[in-house]
């Protein structure tokens, strides 16, 4: 159920976006500003910690612009362009100004902190009240503490209630705690994600509830269409491991991609965009080096006894992707696929309690079988038909034939089987020819 139409922005989510005011999210938040749907808030504090944070994250960024490993990169037009038109001040300008546009048209107001007195906040320091707790670090709670307190004195005065968008903790110990009275009724609520409250306020628009609804539909019966969209772009994003030994990653295969969640962002009669998370499943070979019996050599001063091996693990990771589909005149047989926004990067943690050590002979033996120019168990003369049996002893009850390794007289052998792939597939050599020529 929406409880309040106002949202109150923490810095965080900005630097959780990378500054990237052309992200999908605060496109469909100023769409929902135009239509006078929401108010945006965030206080004065706020955005001097955004301008700061600018600052710090565009400075950091930009150092590693020249450090020595990119000189590989010297000999590209572009970026030298990029260097030569881009200097710091530039590039913090161009976020500055990217931001101060995102203000303006997404109408924030902001809330002040002048009427903020400092014992207030030191008492709450002293009593440990959020954004205060254990934590020996306290300098950065100070400038929540202030932005909490503006917060909740404007709650106050204007007897408005809001939800907070911030993945700090603290907030949302705030806003547990904001009783307003003693019937469990609060000023604030806690959101980790904005399109959860986007997702919300379409749902609560009536005229847009059909709308909303038809959209859900098509994004639940094209999940399979959506997921072989999304997995080629998966499987040749970035892949990084992370591990207690030294590891890398040098082989991908995805095998799967399931919706958890799907929220809309923006929605009308003949387009949407969702932000959806995703479970992806997939196979990852990872070169290891063990350090474990190492012994060092005092006379040659080296380490001595490291091993080198590979491993193949099965693994699940999370993403989230915004996808844009349409369906012109509002019809699902014109659904369509626009684009898909996806993370460029993933880290896969070699050290994963729940992945499964695979082997590709393991593999091979338990994933289903694709064997065509057959049908009803007999071979076609045209190479018409296929069909599906769950893994290699199902298929090889009809056809005995069947080898992963080796072709044989009336079959191929298993195409992909040298890799993992997400099935086996077997070819009547009457279909090989046919397909040859």
Same mark, same amino acid.
């Given at each position: ?216 539909? /098509?994004? +639940? ?5 959506? #997921? &072989?969209? @999304?997995?080629?772009?998966? *499987? ?82 999370? /993403?989230? +992707? ?5 369906? #012109? &005149?509002? @019809?699902?047989?014109?659904? *369509? ?101």
């Amino acid at each position: 159920m929406l409880k309040s139409r106002n949202l109150i922005l923490d810095t965080q989510f900005f630097i959780d976006k990378r500054f990237d005011f052309g992200h999908q999210e605060f496109i469909a938040l100023i769409e929902l500003v135009k239509q006078d749907l929401v108010s945006v808030y965030m206080t004065d504090i706020t955005v001097r910690e955004v301008h700061k944070k600018i600052i710090d994250e565009i400075g950091t960024a930009y150092t590693k612009l020249n450090v020595s490993d990119l000189r590989y990169l010297s000999i590209i037009p572009s970026f030298k362009r990029f260097k030569q038109t881009y200097n710091l001040e530039k590039l913090i300008s161009f976020f500055k100004n990217n931001f101060e546009s995102f203000i303006k048209k997404c109408k924030v107001v902001i809330i002040s902190s002048a009427e903020i007195k400092v014992m207030q906040i030191f008492e709450d320091y002293c009593t440990m009240q959020p954004p205060f707790n254990d934590k020996k670090d306290k300098k950065a709670e100070f400038p929540d503490a202030f932005a909490l307190a503006a917060i909740l004195d404007w709650a106050r005065k204007t007897k408005n209630k809001a939800y907070l968008l911030s993945k700090d903790n603290d907030w949302k110990l705030f806003a547990e705690k904001s009783y307003i009275s003693f019937d469990d009724d609060r000023y604030f609520e806690s959101l980790q994600e904005l399109p959860s409250f986007i997702d919300l306020v379409l749902r609560n628009e009536e005229a847009l509830k059909d709308v909303v609804n038809f959209a859900d539909k /098509l994004i +639940a019966s094209k999940a399979d269409e959506i #997921a &072989d969209y @999304l997995i080629p772009k998966i *499987q040749y994003s970035g892949f990084t491991s992370y591990s207690d030994a030294e590891t890398s990653i040098f082989e991908v295969s995805i095998l799967s991609v399931e919706v958890v969640l799907a929220e809309a962002l923006l929605c009308d009669r003949e387009s949407a965009v969702y932000s959806i998370d995703f479970t992806c499943t997939g196979i990852f070979g990872f070169d290891v080096t063990d350090y474990s019996e190492v012994i060092w050599d005092p006379e040659d001063r080296v380490y001595l006894g490291e091993t080198d091996f590979t491993v193949f693990q099965k693994q699940s990771f999370e /993403l989230t +992707a915004e996808i844009e589909i349409s369906y #012109a &005149d509002g @019809l699902e047989k014109n659904f *369509q696929i626009e684009s898909a926004s996806i993370e460029s990067d993933f880290i896969i943690n070699y050290d994963d309690d729940e992945a499964e050590t695979l082997t590709l002979e393991d593999w091979n033996n338990q994933i289903p079988v694709l064997v065509c120019g057959i049908q009803e168990n007999k071979i076609t003369e045209n190479g018409e038909g296929s069909m599906y049996f769950d893994n290699i002893s199902e298929a090889r009850k009809a056809f005995p034939e069947l080898n992963i390794t080796k072709p044989g007289k009336d079959f191929t052998q298993a195409l992909g089987a040298q890799n993992f792939k997400p099935e086996l597939r077997f070819e009547t050599w009457k279909l090989f020819h046919i397909l040859s020529d």
